[in-house]
Protein backbone atom coordinates (compact mmCIF):
# COMPACT_ATOMS: atom_id res chain seq x y z
CA UNK A 1 0.00 0.00 0.00
CA UNK A 2 2.76 2.39 0.51
CA UNK A 3 3.97 2.35 -3.39
CA UNK A 4 0.21 3.46 -3.95
CA UNK A 5 0.37 5.98 -1.83
CA UNK A 6 3.53 7.60 -2.68
CA UNK A 7 2.84 6.99 -6.87
CA UNK A 8 -0.30 8.91 -5.66
CA UNK A 9 1.07 11.47 -4.14
CA UNK A 10 3.68 12.01 -7.07
CA UNK A 11 0.99 11.90 -9.34
CA UNK A 12 -1.16 14.78 -7.38
CA UNK A 13 2.72 16.86 -6.81
CA UNK A 14 2.54 16.47 -10.83
CA UNK A 15 -1.09 17.68 -11.47
CA UNK A 16 -0.61 20.47 -8.46
CA UNK A 17 2.53 21.65 -10.98
CA UNK A 18 0.77 21.28 -14.30
CA UNK A 19 -1.87 23.79 -12.65
CA UNK A 20 0.21 26.26 -11.65
CA UNK A 21 1.88 26.07 -15.46
CA UNK A 22 -1.53 27.06 -16.95
CA UNK A 23 -1.99 29.52 -14.24
CA UNK A 24 1.20 31.03 -14.73
CA UNK A 25 0.47 31.18 -18.69
CA UNK A 26 -2.75 32.32 -18.16
CA UNK A 27 -1.58 35.39 -16.26
CA UNK A 28 0.97 36.33 -18.66
CA UNK A 29 -1.17 36.13 -21.50
CA UNK A 30 -3.73 38.88 -19.69
CA UNK A 31 -0.53 40.52 -19.27
CA UNK A 32 -0.39 40.50 -22.66
CA UNK A 33 -3.50 41.38 -23.67
CA UNK A 34 -3.92 44.52 -20.81
CA UNK A 35 -0.75 45.92 -22.52
CA UNK A 36 -1.90 45.32 -26.04
CA UNK A 37 -5.47 46.87 -25.11
CA UNK A 38 -3.40 49.61 -23.17
CA UNK A 39 -1.20 50.38 -26.45
CA UNK A 40 -4.58 50.61 -28.72
CA UNK A 41 -5.90 52.59 -26.43
CA UNK A 42 -2.74 55.15 -26.78
CA UNK A 43 -2.93 54.79 -30.62
CA UNK A 44 -6.50 55.16 -30.77
CA UNK A 45 -6.60 58.49 -28.37
CA UNK A 46 -3.51 59.90 -30.95
CA UNK A 47 -5.55 58.95 -33.93
CA UNK A 48 -8.86 60.45 -32.93
CA UNK A 49 -6.19 63.70 -31.85
CA UNK A 50 -4.80 63.71 -35.04
CA UNK A 51 -8.28 63.79 -36.60
CA UNK A 52 -9.54 66.36 -34.48
CA UNK A 53 -6.50 68.79 -35.65
CA UNK A 54 -7.19 67.84 -39.52
CA UNK A 55 -11.10 69.14 -38.92
CA UNK A 56 -9.83 72.26 -36.94
CA UNK A 57 -7.57 72.80 -39.74
CA UNK A 58 -9.50 72.57 -42.31
CA UNK A 59 -12.45 74.96 -40.67
CA UNK A 60 -9.79 77.42 -40.44
CA UNK A 61 -8.69 76.97 -43.88
CA UNK A 62 -12.54 77.45 -45.12
CA UNK A 63 -12.99 80.24 -42.89
CA UNK A 64 -9.72 82.52 -43.96
CA UNK A 65 -11.17 82.05 -47.92
CA UNK A 66 -14.40 82.67 -47.28
CA UNK A 67 -13.09 85.81 -46.58
Given at each position: ??????????V?????????????????????????????????????????????????????S??
Amino acid sequence: TQGYSSAASDVYKRQVQIELGIIIILLILLACQLSLLQKASVWMESGLRSAIQKEVLIFIVEDISSI
